[in-house]
């Protein structure tokens, strides 16, 4: 499916009666003066002319440009609502006619072409003949019944319609609508077969509320829609709560926000989990080191110490202690397994960094599996059951238990023996209680746990452990409150791997092993290292576009499909994605998308690609017909024609003749030029500069005459030093000498070393000269 044409007759606040082609292979013009629509064909359209590959994936793409302010971002959130609402949203009047500004737009979709428009717009009067009116001039009487036998469609060429397939698709009407304050119009729900992408690495400070809907096949990759998205999680309480039903486990479903790190740091862990998945792919790795922004280390931090880098003990609140500790308030099995971890490693005896690091994730991986246990449970009368009971365990038993694993098998076993008791005198409150989801959720942290012991943490060359230090609180309860007692620095050991192929592929099995736990929290944050800004704008954005081809390969992938994520016709809105990059990465941002979007999205059928910009490297690549140039002309923004083909064309004549570029020097050299031009007017003396531009600065002839020798434009420069001459003459003798020189300089003729004989002649008739 592909956007073919769209044309309203408002957008925003300053654009009014603008229709935008998109580049298809049909040309469309709406006229407001006599309501019809003109349709030609596109002489310089190729078909699959952005394809790389033989699978012939992108359908087009089209370039937005102007200068900032014209209203490039405001055009695609237009095009964004279109998808989003499945169409036009829209009200009734008292009459029940159906209004807002109204739109005309064409859809493309397996080679039909519907044409959607308000009845007010194209619709002929009764006594009007319905004629299709060639590119010649001729007139030709539409005898046989069509779809706009009503409508005024003008075709530039009568075989036009025979050619292509048409269908109406009219709104406005009473019975186009049905009974609501707002509501989408009818027939266009076909919009929603397509997903809509939005990509943006703006953060203005404009007010941006959206974020995915995956109910509305929207999936929004800006920053600030994944920074929306992680601010609701964090702090929408009800996302949980609202979930949550007592007589059910409830693991899957609770977040463990005791150790909120921050909204950026949960998004940039978010951003590096995705970056790990792409260059954990044979073809996104290829991909990233082809085109030379890999990055070196990766590092494995925790949730816990990363709260503890930014907060002192003294004012940590004790809702964000480990379960460890508040010992007060586990279970006698509970603490067992902490005093295992804490003896595992002790600084006065051990110089261990692998059992360091062992006994610092531990410290963590079993704090979120009790944390489970509780929301397992989500009842406070079957918790508290379970730790009275638990309580009145045999310690010779318990003391057995010489192992991690032992234990963690004693507890589960004892806590579902417990549960199943109250299961059974209490069944209104806990009558789902699932023995069997529990000890799953037991098995997958064992799972993990023997893997990060004995395949990660294996001694490979790939993982090195980095030294550092945390703070660890004594607390006291009293009347069911926490205080401080007292804080104790403990050495700990973070992972660092490093992103060779074998480490890539060895942090790609960890967050595979990671993402098997049972659990809905997330407490290990990835950390970056490596990477300059724009390396790391466009690792970020590749891996935003792999991680969601990601979730579309996995569901269609399933036996039963979620349609939700049905990825086969995409459109992807890029606004300005040449920010932080480097003209050379800007030269060749669309090739690489046009080679990368395939890889990511290898469930896509169609890729339809609008991006805007205000760079001419990018439009370099784009041919004329799909380039929508934006002007600004007494506040309204307007639809300009550029008649320069803009394919390979040079970058400099680009920038001149389509950006709307008043000079191509800087402002600064610009004013600093004029200034100079003005003080070596001939009628122009120091006092008169002086009174004639009070307050600007005043310049010196020997500034001038530095400042014309650092200019880099040649002809600029000759003329400025040929001014400079006639304000201040030398000797007539060194003038008449400086002019040989610089003609013998031009003259290509003369051989290099007569050249520079003469060159050292001059200086030394100068010294001499001098001397004199």
Request: glycine residues 4%.
């Amino acid at each position: 499916m592909e956007i073919c044409y769209y044309w309203t007759e408002s957008l925003g606040y300053t654009v009014e009666n603008e229709g935008y082609n998109f580049g298809g292979e049909l040309k469309f013009t709406y006229n407001c003066v006599n309501s019809s629509l003109k349709v030609e064909e596109n002489d310089l359209y190729i078909k699959n002319f952005f394809n790389v590959y033989s699978d012939e994936k992108i359908s087009n793409i089209t370039a937005v440009v102007g200068r900032n302010g014209v209203g490039k971002s405001t055009f695609l959130e237009e095009i964004k609502n279109l998808y989003t609402l499945g169409g036009i949203l829209a009200k009734k009047d008292k009459n029940g006619e159906v209004y807002d500004h109204r739109r005309i737009y064409v859809i493309k979709n397996e080679g039909k072409y519907e044409i959607v428009y308000h009845k007010d717009l194209l619709l002929r009067k009764k006594d009007s003949q319905s004629d299709v009116t060639n590119s010649i001039g001729n007139t030709f009487n539409m005898k046989k019944p069509t779809n706009f036998v009503e409508a005024n469609v003008i075709f530039t060429d009568s075989k036009l319609e025979e050619k292509y397939l048409f269908v109406d698709g009219v709104y406005g009407n009473k019975n186009n609508s049905r009974e609501a304050d707002l509501f989408l119009i009818k027939k266009h729900y076909h919009l929603t077969e397509t997903s809509c992408i939005y990509f943006s690495y703006a953060f203005d400070n404009n007010f941006y509320g959206l974020s995915t809907s995956i109910n509305s096949k929207y999936f929004d990759l800006s920053t600030k829609g994944i920074l929306n998205e992680i601010d609701y999680k964090l702090n929408n309480k009800s996302e949980t709560l609202d979930t949550y039903d007592p007589t059910k486990p409830n693991h899957l479903n609770a977040r463990d926000n005791r150790f909120n790190i921050g909204l950026l740091r949960e998004y940039s862990v978010g951003e590096n989990k995705k970056r790990i998945h792409l260059l954990n792919s044979k073809k996104g790795r290829e991909f990233i080191k082809e085109h030379n922004f890999f990055p070196t280390t990766a590092y494995l931090n925790l949730d816990y110490i990363l709260q503890g880098y930014d907060s002192l003990w003294t004012t940590k609140k004790t809702k964000s202690f480990l379960r460890s500790e508040k010992r007060d308030e586990v279970s006698l099995i509970e603490s067992r397994i902490y005093d295992f971890i804490e003896e595992m490693y002790t600084s006065e005896v051990e110089d261990n960094d692998l059992l360091l690091a062992r006994q610092t994730y531990l410290r963590r991986i079993l704090d979120s599996y009790f944390e489970d246990v509780n929301h397992f449970i989500n009842y406070d009368r079957a918790r508290e059951y379970l730790m009275e009971q638990l309580a009145e365990l045999d310690l010779k038993e318990l003391n057995n238990k010489k192992t991690l694993f032992a234990l963690m098998d004693y507890f589960n076993r004892m806590a579902i023996r417990i549960l199943k008791e109250f299961a059974e005198t209490n069944i209104d409150a806990l009558s789902d209680f699932d023995a069997k989801e529990f000890s799953n959720m037991t098995k997958s942290y064992k799972e993990f746990i023997s893997f990060f012991h004995n395949t990660f943490l294996s001694g490979s060359p790939e993982i090195s452990i980095k030294r550092a230090a945390t703070y660890l609180n004594t607390s006291a309860s009293l009347d069911g409150d926490y205080e401080l007692e007292g804080f104790s620095s403990k050495a700990v050991g973070l992972v660092e791997v490093n992103l060779t192929p074998k480490g890539i592929c060895l942090l790609g099995e960890f967050l595979d092993q990671y993402d098997l736990i049972e659990t809905g929290s997330d407490f290990i944050k990835i950390d970056w290292a490596g990477l300059s800004t724009g390396e790391d704008a466009l690792l970020g954005m590749y891996s935003r576009f792999f991680a969601l081809g990601k979730e579309f390969r996995e569901e269609s992938a399933k036996e039963i499909k979620d349609i939700r994520y049905d990825g086969k016709n995409l459109i992807i809105l890029l606004d300005e994605v040449e920010h932080s990059l480097h003209p050379e990465w800007q030269r060749r941002i669309i090739n690489d998308l046009i080679e990368f979007l395939p890889l990511a999205f290898t469930t896509a059928e169609s890729i339809q690609v609008v991006i805007a910009t205000n760079v001419p490297f990018i439009i370099a690549d784009i041919p004329t017909n799909n380039v929508i140039y934006l002007e600004k002309d007494k506040g309204k923004v307007q639809i300009v024609n550029k008649p320069s083909q803009t394919f390979t064309a040079n970058i400099h004549s680009l920038l001149m003749s389509n950006f709307f570029m008043d000079a191509t020097i800087g402002r600064f050299s610009e004013q600093k030029i004029k200034d100079i031009v003005q003080h070596l007017k001939p009628n122009s003396n120091e006092d008169e500069n002086n009174t004639s531009s009070k307050g600007s600065k005043q310049y010196s002839q020997e500034e001038i005459e530095k400042t014309i020798k650092v200019i880099g434009e040649p002809i600029l420069r000759t003329k400025l030093k040929s001014l400079y001459d006639e304000k201040y003459p030398k000797d007539n003798k060194d003038s008449v000498a400086e002019q040989f020189m610089a003609e013998i300089e031009s003259d290509t003729n003369i051989p290099d070393k007569i050249k520079g004989r003469l060159k050292d002649m001059y200086r030394e008739l100068g010294k001499d000269q001098k001397d004199d």
